[in-house]
């Protein structure tokens, strides 16, 4: 942890070490991942020179065996057919849900659903294995990190994830889990069509107003971007994050097995009439009429057929075009460029609609199942200090408003959809008994008037509340979003100063300790090593910090702190100078953290003067 | 030393003024967040970071007030002269009160009718009439001294048309649906 080293924007302190960083498009057909290799970002291939993993996981386990091998990818996908009881596919769609969630999807799934002790669903397989979404999920990311890794002949030092930008809180926590548990470094969760924004932004240094139509197998994403000199800055993003691809296979599934008279509890069959739908509308794509032979149903379908089929979806897609733009206060002949992202965009019905809607040529220059994973991972070698000369930012918002539950059932929102993030907001409640000593604190996130049309991410109490009269409490509720859209809550009683807070951890997913222990059951630790191992990298930590705090007190402690504030520091600093001589890691923890405490509101000042620098020395250019 | 938090408007290296010119303040957002931001600190350490997030959310939330003419004429009354507007609303004017009551049943009307031209001209006459009501604003606070009571009005009469055009909002997304 290096402390009070606030280094210039963008300026990497070593400057001739290029680190491994790669970007990851998690997504629910297709995966992939990409990286900068000689300043150029693209996406790597396996050995057979294939780009996308299908984010397929087989499963296997020999019988009377405990071992259990993983199979990834596209020998995953071959094995669905065969036996898909043992196949997990379009495991996103489950992220961060509940098995209540899942009625509108079980149907055509192969597996069984349960629910698992953490609220989770959980997948059963046919050998007797479950496994929850946030599982299956990191098995595929570490197979990408694999590849990296041996392409790249060494660790990976960060990632960056993209989830779709209509993922709420659960969703987006459950992905940081996975990467978690896949012992990957989040640099940030990045939205998908930001990325993508990126990847065109910086290929072909376009500016002005973009739309981000982002039609994946599972999701679907519009963002509306402002593009000017290296910053992207979202202005409004919209979608459906249980939309996509997969919903015109599943209608067009419904019609054959109509067609076929399955029986409505065939799992088996409409897993078969699923394949084979992705089979015709892959085919229309580029035909007219398609033969089709299905169980004891055979004829032809054109492509005007499926195009009614599927219609209605991709109309309910330009409806939230449409609302995205009245949030962005864009309208629609100010739209500069539509960008296509995503595999689903390939439907010739789509890319018409979309033209028709927005009245301009859709771009599809850069391929729209590569463009996600290339514009994370320029992001990511940027987060990781590799690139030292840029102005690119990303100003991304949050998706959907968060709020709190109040009398009556009702939601009020704390922050509005479509605000910049990293954000706090507060408000203030009372309490409403006289002689309350505890209120209960529920958060949600969404658009509607009623709790139970929003989602409810978190539910905690503040407690110890001196007894008053009713509404003389003061109970101020903070919200603060971070930059990868997660979500922080305060509460605290501000005339007796008792405090609650909570980092929100979805209803459906993995505690810290739960992960903690997945983590721990994955690798094997040498106890003796540990110990000394610990102790060495404390005492590096605290020479670390020793140099940093000093250099900074020379370069403006004078300027910034009053001579109590710097002797403080100083003396905290020979403390831990001292205590570092010694073999205790716990004092010398301890000792760290005192300096830092003491040297908190100098970092501060540090900070606000660095940043008051950026309105200097600019003035002369606006004029 | 910079020990007093800055205020909103010298975040921005403004004066206190309720006269902001936009272009130049989201120019200035941009060019203080370059600096500020949490992607700008990536490679610092968990004090850096936090502090990073920090600065950007009270960047973010100085945009927020200085953009919107209510919360700015509000910040610049607490800051100048220390007096909270964002309670406490007690208008005597019936005329105003009146015309309120009109306007809100107009709105119950269109949007019972579902009638998406209807609200559009609705809306359009609401957004001229804020928009005489910020100058009318303006004009006040260009005087000296400031009549403290006219400004509170007025800023409460801005922040009913707000809410109004809100409102509008609401009811064309349910129309929409």
Redesign the interface.
């Known amino acids: 942890m290096a402390l009070l080293q606030i280094s210039e924007p963008g300026q990497s302190t070593e400057p001739h070490q290029h680190k491994l960083a790669a970007g990851i498009d998690l997504g629910t057909t297709n995966s992939l991942i990409a990286t900068v290799r000689s300043g150029k970002a693209e996406t790597l291939a396996d050995a057979n020179g294939k780009h996308t993993v299908p984010s397929v996981v087989h499963y296997v386990k020999q019988d009377g065996s405990d071992e259990l091998e993983i199979v990834v990818g596209h020998k995953a996908k071959e094995q669905q057919a065969i036996e898909p009881g043992n196949v997990i596919s379009s495991i996103k769609r489950l992220m961060g849900r509940g098995l209540a969630d899942m009625d509108k999807i079980k149907e055509f799934s192969a597996n069984k659903l349960v629910e698992s002790e953490s609220g989770m669903p959980g997948v059963v397989l046919d050998n007797g294995i479950e496994k929850n979404p946030v599982e299956v999920s990191s098995d595929i990311l570490r197979t990408l990190a694999d590849r990296a890794e041996e392409t790249l002949g060494g660790e990976l030092g960060g990632v960056v994830i993209t989830v779709p930008a209509y993922f709420d809180e659960a969703q987006r926590q459950a992905t940081k889990d996975s990467a978690q548990l896949a012992g990957l470094k989040v640099l940030r969760l990045l939205n998908e069509p930001t990325a993508a924004a990126v990847a065109y932004g910086l290929d072909t240094g376009s500016e002005g107003i973009h739309a981000i139509y982002d039609l994946g197998g599972g999701t679907f994403d519009i963002s509306i971007l402002r593009l000017q000199k290296g910053v992207f800055e979202v202005l409004a993003t919209g979608g459906d994050s249980a939309l996509g691809g997969d919903d015109f296979d599943r209608a067009i599934a419904q019609y054959l097995v109509e067609q076929a008279k399955v029986e409505s509890d065939d799992r088996r069959a409409h897993q078969l009439a699923m394949i084979k739908a992705r089979d015709i509308k892959e085919a229309l794509t580029d035909t007219d009429t398609v033969d089709v032979n299905f169980l004891d149903w055979s004829g032809q379908m054109s492509r005007d057929q499926i195009e009614e089929i599927i219609a209605p979806i991709v109309d309910k897609t330009l409806l939230s075009c449409r609302r995205t733009l009245k949030d962005a206060g864009v309208k629609v002949d100010e739209v500069d460029k539509v960008v296509m992202v995503g595999g689903s965009t390939r439907v010739p019905l789509v890319r018409e609609k979309v033209e028709k809607h927005f009245k301009v040529p859709p771009l599809t220059d850069i391929d729209p199942d590569k463009v996600v994973a290339i514009g994370a991972a320029i992001q990511a070698n940027v987060l990781i200090g590799n690139k030292s000369d840029d102005d690119m930012l990303l100003l991304d918002v949050i998706p959907l408003s968060l709020g709190v539950e109040t009398m009556g059932g009702l939601a009020e929102k704390i922050i509005p959809r479509n605000t910049p993030i990293p954000i706090a907001k507060a408000q203030e409640f009372t309490t409403f008994k006289d002689g309350q000593t505890a209120m209960a604190i529920h958060v949600v996130q969404g658009e509607r008037e009623l709790v139970e049309d929003c989602r409810s991410l978190a539910r905690f109490e503040l407690r110890g509340i001196p007894p008053m009269v009713a509404g003389a409490a003061r109970i101020k509720v903070t919200y603060q979003v971070d930059a990868d859209g997660l979500l922080q809550v305060l509460a605290e009683e501000t005339t007796s100063g008792v405090k609650a807070d909570i980092t929100v951890k979805p209803s459906y997913g993995l505690s810290d300790d739960q992960i903690t222990n997945m983590l721990q059951s994955s690798f094997s630790h040498a106890e003796g090593d540990m110990g000394a191992r610990m102790l060495r990298e404390q005492k590096v930590e605290a020479a670390r910090v020793i140099e940093a705090v000093t250099a900074a007190l020379s370069e403006n402690g004078k300027e910034l702190l009053s001579e109590d504030e710097y002797a403080a520091i100083q003396s905290s600093l020979e403390q831990l100078n001292q205590t570092s001589q010694g073999e205790s890691i716990e004092a010398i923890e301890n000792a760290i953290e005192v300096v830092e405490k003491n040297s908190n509101e100098f970092a501060s000042r540090r900070m606000d003067a660095s940043i008051a620098k950026a309105l200097v020395g600019h003035e002369v250019d606006d004029i | ?3 007093t938090q ?1 205020n909103y408007f010298e975040l ?2 403004l004066e206190p003024n309720f006269f902001v010119d936009q272009k ?1 303040l989201s ?2 957002l ?19 970071q936090m ?7 009270r960047l ?2 100085a ?2 007030v200085l953009k919107n003419p209510v919360k700015r004429a509000q910040y610049l009354l607490q800051v100048e002269k220390d007096l909270d507007t964002t309670k406490d609303h007690t208008v005597n004017d019936p005329e105003f009160l009146m015309q309120q009551l009109e306007l809100r049943e107009e709105l119950d009307t269109i949007s019972r009718q579902k009638d998406a031209s209807e609200l559009m001209g609705f809306a359009e006459k609401i957004e001229q009439m804020s928009e005489q009501q910020e100058a009318e604003l303006g004009d006040l606070f260009q005087q000296n001294p400031w009549d403290l009571d006219a400004l509170k009005v007025s800023i409460y009469k801005l922040q009913f048309l707000h809410k109004t055009l809100h409102d509008i ?1 609401l009811a ?2 349910k129309i ?1 649906d």
């Open positions: 030393m910079a020990n800055q921005f290296g130049d120019s200035k941009k060019r203080l967040l370059q600096s500020a931001h949490p992607d700008r600190h990536a490679q610092g350490g968990s004090q850096q502090l990073a997030m920090q600065k950007t959310t973010n939330d945009f927020a909002e064309e997304d929409l």
